[in-house]
């Protein structure tokens, strides 16, 4: 288990390396009680509305 961990963190690192962003939405992150200091470095809090407009602008987009 530990292996694949790294190797999600890995494609993250990657991810980020290439440009790619990483937003989250600040209502969900409310939502669960979550607090911006844990989220991974790169890692960028945004409202709903921006969250809502760079799905409908990106080419490619991960949902979770």
Do not use: H
Request: hydrophobic share 40%.
């Amino acid at each position: 288990r530990r292996q694949r961990q790294m190797c999600i963190r890995d494609r993250l690192e990657a991810f980020l390396e290439s440009k790619g962003r990483l937003l989250i939405c600040a209502p969900c992150i409310n939502k669960r009680n979550i607090d911006p200091s844990e989220l991974v470095d790169g890692a960028v809090v945004v409202n709903a509305p921006t969250v809502i407009k760079e799905i409908g602008d990106a080419k490619q987009v991960i949902c979770y």
